[in-house]
């Protein structure tokens, strides 16, 4: 289990109640196991960031980004955050909204053939904590 900042949790639940018109969209996709009978979570607490969708199983991460992401001071801000995710074995899907909206099957696509490829033994395995535990799947003693 990922760890996360308690203080998410509220501000996630909000997220949830309040998806956007391409969140929602993408969501009614990924929802209920469809894809690959493959578990997602919207809106999930990982470390100090809330992503879009998260299906642990893959250990993807998929995120929607709306015109504000195109701004200059967010690529720098989205760049770090995705360099953490992936220091915690996470691969991360960057869709932004007009795609889902207007090319929803080619997104999924992208999805699916993401899920497939990780399904079929091509994760990666989680880096070490920097205290020599690891996350993922522990071999107990």
Not at 104 to 111: A, F, K, L, S
Not at 125 to 141: D, L, Y
């Amino acid at each position: 289990m990922l760890k996360y900042d308690a203080d998410l949790k509220e501000k996630a639940q909000q997220l949830r109640r309040n998806l956007t018109d391409s969140e929602r969209v993408l969501w009614s996709r990924l929802r209920n196991k469809q894809l690959a009978g493959v578990q997602f979570y919207r809106q999930k607490p990982i470390g100090k960031h809330i992503v879009d969708f998260y299906s642990s199983r893959t250990k993807l991460v998929v995120e929607v980004d709306g015109s504000q992401h195109m701004q200059s001071n967010h690529s720098h801000k989205e760049r770090s955050r995705d360099e953490y995710l992936s220091s915690l074995g996470l691969k991360v899907l960057r869709f932004n909204s007009r795609e889902v909206l207007e090319e929803t099957n080619g997104v999924v696509e992208v999805i699916l053939q993401t899920i497939t490829e990780r399904i079929n033994g091509e994760i990666p395995p989680c880096p070490p904590f920097p205290k020599g535990g690891s996350m993922g799947n522990s071999k107990g003693g």
